[in-house]
């Protein structure tokens, strides 16, 4: 069973930046895009990033110019770097891939990692 791990979340001062990380444990094939959500406590999870499978990216207006989704094929892992961090920016935030193969759409989800940004 192939499994998202995520790392890079953590506690940082308003401003400040972090770099989120989320390896497959194993071979994902047929990946069309790769996601990154967030959830603040009390509200729903919100999609904040994506990156099709041919480096398309897309952001949640409030993330604009703040965030950045990257990924390396190679090595089957997705990146978020946030950067100008704001006490609203704070959540879990997870990572999902999405594959479509053989007409199946499937997806797979990260733990999350916890990220609290300061005042």
């Known amino acids: 069973q192939v499994q998202l791990v995520e790392s890079g979340g953590g506690l940082v001062q308003a401003g400040g930046s972090l770099r989120l990380s989320c390896a497959a444990s194993g071979t994902i094939f047929s990946i069309t895009v790769m996601d990154w959500y967030r959830q603040a406590p009390g509200k729903q999870r919100e999609l904040v990033a994506s990156i099709t499978s041919g480096g398309s990216t897309n952001y949640e207006d409030s993330v604009k110019g703040r965030f950045t989704i990257s990924r390396d094929n190679a090595k089957n892992t997705l990146y978020l770097q946030l950067n100008s961090l704001k006490p609203e920016d704070t959540a879990v935030y997870y990572c999902?891939?999405?594959?479509?193969?053989?007409?199946?759409?499937?997806?797979?989800w990260g733990q999350g990692t916890q990220v609290t940004v300061s005042s």
């Open positions: 999902k891939f999405g594959t479509m193969r053989r007409g199946t759409w499937n997806e797979y």
